[in-house]
């Protein structure tokens, strides 16, 4: 069982910029594939970046250049850096981790861009 945990979340003006951290129980948080997915309102949840056990990252178009994923197997935390945030960011973001068939999810962050 994995909990996750988000945080950093918020209101900022476009332009600006904010950073997700995503805590994980787990012994095993290494093994994991991590990712970021969001939803706006009335609309269905859809990826933003995934990150390898190894590093090797993904993202949507929409975001490329502007977000970075990362993480801290020490620290069993994902991060997503957010740059030259667009009003079309704004959705709750969800952390996820899966292994294999195996998807968790967290509760959730608003991320509001908006002047």
């Known amino acids: 069982q994995v909990q996750l945990v988000e945080s950093g979340g918020g209101l900022v003006q476009p332009g600006g910029t904010l950073r997700l951290s995503c805590a994980a129980s787990?012994?095993?948080?290494?093994?994991?594939?991590m990712g970021w997915y969001r939803q706006a309102p009335g609309k269905q949840r859809e990826p933003v970046a995934t990150?390898?056990?190894?590093?090797?990252?993904n993202y949507v178009d929409a975001v490329k250049g502007r977000f970075t994923i990362s993480r801290d197997n020490a620290k069993n935390t994902v991060y997503l850096q957010m740059n030259s945030l667009k009003p079309e960011d704004t959705a709750v973001y969800y952390c996820?981790?899966?292994?294999?068939?195996?998807?968790?999810w967290g509760q959730g962050t608003q991320v509001t861009v908006s002047s």
């Open positions: 990150i390898t056990r190894g590093g090797t990252t």
């Open positions: 996820n981790a899966m292994l294999g068939t195996i998807n968790y």
């Open positions: 787990g012994r095993i948080f290494s093994m994991y594939v």
